[in-house]
């Protein structure tokens, strides 16, 4: 449904994105996850017919961005990441409008129910303006699913939104992307890990890694950190598990809590539980230490010239220097 | 055709969301009302020494005025568009950029036109007041003046909002653009005699000496609506490079 081939863009001398290929199957929600700067949007704004590549083919439901823009942009839907609305418009006169330049036939029935959808019924008759901004996000995604888009293209749906918004929206993502092609591009992790199938994680407009969200954590989680809290006196802790073979390094915490670092692919939870049962010291909390978002881009990111590939073990193989 | 109408009505309806158009037809039917009436009150003065007064009382003031309200109703159209970020999902939509451009011209244009058609009671108050009435050739003609000098000094605005997201800027650029081909052309066709290129390139002098003393000629006409489209061009040129900016 959508494929990206050595896809370019540049603004005058800089790069945003730099060769990027990739492909998003019929029914399938992509993640694209990234820092700020990273080209996500840049990347999305290219699949959406609103700025064309440098280089590169792109096609969005078998279409040519370039070639075909208008075929594309009538079956893509796209919610930038502000949204931005008319704010002298009704939330239905905009959604009206917005079907209106889709030709759709029945507008105004189809209105009434995307604002179903996002539930935002009764706010037909609000002003744009009075709005909050959790509403306009889903006005913003209302927008982009009117004419019922083979492909949806969503920059970071949930940001700024509170909790509870969030929840909302996700859920809403996913039942939408039980019948379409979902590219949408987020900073959180567990986000990706609860809506999407696949997740490429881009870095300085390369893709640095690109699996399913449950892989990549676990490969990532598995360089081996965990935490470790003790209650009371903790002399001679420290002293004790350094002789637990496999453990790499030990940082107190403060309080009788300690990160304990390991080699990669061992799990030695249980050594270190017997080691403090045994040393008389009172176990309060063991478990994995969960990797943070930014800490998968330290892992993935640190300057490659060239992404790393990942094999099917899941194992992060560098590429050759020449 | 139908998406610029569809935008063209969007834009036409935003102009009566604010307090823009109706401060503007206030302020037109005030100046003009204002100088037919003083028009009216001095030829009573003169009661059978002067001819009464025409429609050129009313004509010459609206199109003054239009020099500068035209850029105003124009400067808004692609620059807010372009400063709020809601150009994204205009030019994200299936929707050409000739489109855009058109559909924003056609919503200021017909706003004018509106404001242009309110003034008529002028016309048709002098056509009352005086006998035989007024000469309704020369009020058609120089209505039709008024709709063309419109339609070009909008399409200048259209033009120039594709450059800046900035209103103040593209009113700016705007009215200095239309002083410059409806004062400053006429002035330079005048200094040594006349220079024809010049004196034809001059929009002023196809309205005052033909459109607005009841002769309709072609050439006149047809620059005015080359002017329009010339501009309508650039902005669409302008659009589209912006896509690759």
């Known amino acids: ?322 | 055709m139908r998406n610029i109408w569809t935008i063209a009505i969007r834009e036409y309806k935003a102009y009566f969301s604010s307090l823009t158009a109706y401060l503007f037809a206030f302020i037109m039917l005030l100046v003009v009302g204002v100088f037919t009436t003083l028009s009216i009150i001095s030829s009573l003065n003169y009661f059978g020494q002067v001819p009464p007064p025409d429609v050129q009382v009313v004509i010459y003031p609206v199109a003054f005025l239009l020099v500068f309200a035209c850029p105003a109703f124009s400067m808004r159209l692609l620059s807010e568009e372009q400063r709020s970020g809601t150009i994204e999902l205009l030019l994200t939509a299936p929707v050409r950029d000739v489109e855009v451009v058109i559909g924003k011209w056609l919503g200021s244009f017909l706003l004018v036109l509106t404001l242009i058609a309110i003034t008529l009671i002028y016309p048709v108050a002098l056509n009352m007041m005086t006998s035989p009435g007024i000469d309704q050739g020369l009020m058609i003609s120089g209505y039709l003046g008024l709709i063309l000098i419109s339609a070009v000094f909008l399409s200048v605005g259209v033009a120039v909002s594709s450059l800046f997201s900035n209103q103040i800027a593209t009113f700016v650029v705007s009215l200095g653009i239309v002083i410059l081909i409806w004062w400053i052309l006429g002035v330079f066709g005048q200094v040594g005699g006349g220079n024809p290129v010049i004196s034809f390139l001059d929009l002023s002098s196809h309205f005052y000496n033909d459109l607005t003393q009841g002769v309709i000629s072609l050439r006149g006409v047809v620059y005015a609506l080359c002017l329009t489209a010339g501009f309508l061009t650039l902005g669409t040129v302008s659009v589209e490079t912006r896509r690759w900016r």
């Open chain 1, 1 to 322: 449904m959508i494929q990206v081939e050595g896809l370019t863009k540049d603004y005058g001398l800089r790069r945003a994105i730099d060769h990027l290929t990739f492909h998003a199957e019929k029914g399938e929600i992509l993640g694209f996850l990234g820092p700020n700067g990273a080209g996500k949007t840049t990347t999305m704004r290219i699949l959406c017919g609103y700025m064309p590549p440098t280089s590169g083919m792109v096609k969005v439901a078998g279409f040519d961005i370039v070639d075909q823009s208008l075929e594309v942009r009538r079956r893509v839907g796209y919610m930038p990441e502000t949204v931005p609305l008319y704010p002298d418009m009704s939330v239905f006169e905009y959604l009206k409008f917005m079907a209106d330049l889709r030709h759709l036939p029945n507008v105004e029935e189809r209105v009434d129910e995307v604002l179903e959808t996002v539930h935002m019924a009764d706010r037909a008759e609000s002003l744009v303006s009075s709005l909050s901004k959790g509403m306009r996000q889903r006005i913003g995604l209302a927008q982009a699913i009117v004419h019922k888009p083979e492909v949806l293209i969503l920059d970071e749906p949930t940001i700024g939104l509170d909790p509870a918004q969030i929840v909302d929206v996700r859920n809403m993502i996913r039942e939408i992307g039980k019948e379409r092609t979902i590219l949408l591009s987020t900073h959180i992790l567990s986000e990706a890990q609860q809506i999407c199938d696949r997740v490429l994680i881009i870095n300085k407009g390369h893709i640095a890694a690109e699996d399913t969200p449950e892989r990549l954590q676990a490969r990532l989680t598995g360089s081996g950190r965990i935490y470790l809290k003790i209650k009371g006196d903790d002399d001679g802790l420290e002293t004790a598990l350094k002789k637990i073979p496999g453990i790499v390094n030990i940082f107190p915490q403060g309080d009788g809590a300690y990160e304990v670092g390991m080699v990669a692919g061992q799990d030695l939870r249980p050594e270190i539980a017997r080691v403090v049962v045994k040393g008389g010291f009172d176990l309060l909390e063991i478990h994995p230490m969960g990797v943070s978002l930014e800490e998968i881009f330290m892992q993935l990111t640190r300057d490659e010239p060239q992404p790393p590939t990942i094999s099917d073990e899941g194992i992060i193989e560098e590429p050759e220097l020449d």
